[in-house]
């Protein structure tokens, strides 16, 4: 079971930029994938998550509006697409598999989540 998230960059603020989540070794399809990140001396929060089906997505209040889940079910592919950054989305982006397939309960809860990639780098500043 592997995740390997891409697409980081510095970007300015009020820009836009596209993570990418690449899902391998595992049933893509049959779970909720979530988006988590992650500042210099902050705990990891939720982003965003989408259900298997893309029936159900969810995101943090700060993030609405701007930022866009979707995924790839045939290429087994997490997107993130972030519009009108700002500086305090300076952090690590991480995408997790959740534990249970079939299921999104607590969808915003990190311990529900049970394989991480290694993060991808996004930097907001001018």
């Known amino acids: 079971v592997q995740l390997v998230e891409s697409g980081g960059d510095l970007v300015q603020p009020g820009g836009s930029l596209r993570v990418s989540c690449a899902a391998s070794g595992f049933a893509f399809g049959s779970y909720t994938m979530g988006w988590f990140r992650q500042a210099p001396g902050r705990e990891r929060e939720f982003v965003a998550a989408i259900t298997r089906s893309s029936s159900g997505i969810y995101y943090t209040d700060s993030v609405k509006g701007r930022f866009t889940v979707s995924r790839d079910n045939a290429n087994n592919t997490l997107y993130l697409q972030m519009n009108r950054l700002r500086p305090e989305g300076t952090a690590v982006y991480y995408c997790?598999?959740?534990?249970?397939?079939?299921?999104?309960?607590?969808?915003?809860?990190?311990?529900?989540?049970?394989?991480w990639g290694q993060g991808t780098q996004v930097t907001v500043s001018s």
């Open positions: 997790a598999t959740f534990s249970t397939p079939r299921s999104a309960l607590h969808y915003n809860d990190p311990k529900q989540y049970n394989t």
